[in-house]
Structure formats: structure tokens, C-alpha cells
């Protein structure tokens, strides 16, 4: 979109000014993220030091270890805006930063999209059973997936009304 487009949509900013914006806006949601990812990484490790621990089957540790990893790398994906913006801090890149860090960010909400699936199954198998562990999954990912499409769906309907 021009900048003469986005005047008429009602900001009246420059091209530095709207590339802050877009940073708060990109840090404002990753701590949103970041606070589910870390009540979720609590959660898996608390799980650990549960008594019922050592009643999980091989599978069940697996599956567990698997979301930890998947928690660490949500973590990670989350904490890389920061480390961009602080690498390339004062260096008038605030533009391509933005955009970096943009799709940092969407990647981080698909990991953290996939570890929600993930903990939801593998708290419906420990707790019930394998199978109700497998119907949950497909449940939280038709959510997810929904969810995604509608988003999805917004955006491209907003950039057809202008």
C-alpha cells in the first residue's frame, strides 16, 4: 500500500514512524505469546516431578520430551525478535526488521499453535486414554486450522475492500 493510501486510511505518519508502530505492535503481541508459552513450559516441567510420572509409558515419554522440545523452540522463535532488533539496533534497519520479525513472529504462532495441539493430546492420553489423546488432537487441530482459515480469510477480505 502507497503511503498516500494509508494517509487516507487515517494515519498521518512517516515511513520511520510506521515502522515503530509496527515493532510495538510486533513486541506487544510476542508477550502475549511468550506468557502462554512459558505457563505451558511450566506446565511440562511440573509435570515431570509429579509422582505419576514414572507411570508413563515409553510412548507417553516420548510424546512428552517432544513438546518440551517444541516448548524451547517456541521460546526461542519468541525471544529472536529481540535479539534482531538489539543486533541491528541504530542502524536505520527498523523497516526490514519489521518484516523479520514479522515472520518470526507467525512462525512462533504456528509452533506455539502446534505445541497447544500437542499438550491438549497428550494430556487427553495420559488422563483417559491413547485414543481419546488421538481424538483430541484431531479436535484442537481442526480448531487451530479453523482458526488460521478465518484469519486467514480477514486479511485477504480487508485487502479486497481497499
Avoid at 13 to 29: G, H, K, P
Avoid at 113 to 140: Q, Y
Wanted: charged share 20%; aromatic share 6%.
Amino acid at each position: 500500500m502507497s503511503e498516500g493510501a494509508e494517509s487516507k486510511r487515517g494515519r498521518d505518519e512517516t515511513a520511520d514512524e510506521r515502522a515503530d508502530r509496527n515493532f510495538s505492535d510486533i513486541l506487544q503481541e510476542l508477550r502475549v505469546v511468550l506468557t502462554g508459552t512459558q505457563l505451558i513450559s511450566g506446565f511440562l516441567l511440573a509435570v515431570a516431578f509429579q509422582s505419576r510420572f514414572e507411570d508413563l509409558d515409553a510412548d507417553e515419554i516420548q510424546h512428552y520430551l517432544v513438546l518440551v522440545a517444541i516448548a524451547a523452540l517456541a521460546t526461542l522463535l519468541g525471544l529472536t525478535p529481540v535479539l534482531v532488533h538489539r543486533l541491528h539496533f541504530q542502524r536505520r534497519l527498523k523497516r526490514e526488521i519489521v518484516r523479520l520479525c514479522n515472520v518470526l513472529l507467525i512462525i512462533t504462532l504456528a509452533v506455539v499453535s502446534s505445541l497447544v495441539i500437542g499438550v491438549t493430546g497428550f494430556i487427553f492420553e495420559v488422563v483417559v486414554s491413547a485414543t481419546a489423546g488421538v481424538w483430541a488432537t484431531v479436535a484442537c487441530t481442526t480448531a487451530v486450522v479453523a482458526l488460521w482459515v478465518v484469519a486467514w480469510a480477514v486479511r485477504r477480505g480487508a485487502a479486497a475492500a481497499h
